[in-house]
């Protein structure tokens, strides 16, 4: 990505957290970035397509962040932990670019949003297929393996809403009480 290109998308993640979309022009974004307007559609064909480049680069990295977190053990239990770490650091640790993600999906065209839910379905079906198997093994009790994982993922975004970098526990500390709360739930559930 070119430093021009990089440029205009942090300062409209900026912009689009502080403001929202619908809210922040193609001005605010160029005088962010100390531009003429025009020069932006060099980079972006369009506002909405600069959107859907942070939404699918931020679903991009999400998901790559959670196999990595997935990689090396065979152990359900221990998937879902790191699953679920995984997901909270990175909603914690790119709090801006996820609260965007989970609040403007409605700035996309049709086209976009189809590729984004379709990216988000892949990404919660890692979670479910993990429900599923805890749940064949005895590890997990028996339970609706697609509402737990919505609630499993609504639960761990949220931290993206009320996260303060500064303050009194730190993003590990954070992931670890979710991880604790959720493998516990997922075990008393029925």
């Known amino acids: 990505m070119s430093h021009m290109k990089a440029t205009i998308r942090s300062v409209s993640v900026e912009l689009f957290f502080k403001k929202g979309y619908f809210a922040t022009s193609i001005s605010d974004i160029a005088n962010g970035c100390g531009i003429q307007k025009a020069s932006i559609y060099h980079h972006y064909a369009s506002k909405e397509d600069l959107l859907f480049s942070i939404l699918k680069g931020t679903m991009d990295d999400l998901t790559d962040c959670l196999k990595t977190s997935l990689a090396g053990s065979d152990d359900v239990e221990q998937q ?50 993990l429900i599923q198997e805890g749940g064949e093994k005895g590890v997990f009790a028996e339970g609706d393996v697609k509402i737990l994982s919505y609630a499993i993922l609504t639960l761990c975004t949220a931290g993206a809403t009320w996260f303060k970098p500064d303050g009194r526990l730190s993003i590990d500390e954070i992931a670890a009480i979710y991880d604790g709360f959720i493998i516990s739930g997922l075990k008393q559930s029925a």
């Open 80 to 129: 879902m932990r790191a699953a679920v770490r995984s997901h909270v650091r990175f909603h914690l640790e790119r709090q801006k670019e996820t609260f965007i993600a989970n609040s403007e999906l409605r700035g996309l065209t049709s086209e976009h949003h189809k590729i984004i839910v379709q990216k988000r379905s892949e990404y919660e079906r890692v979670f479910q297929n």
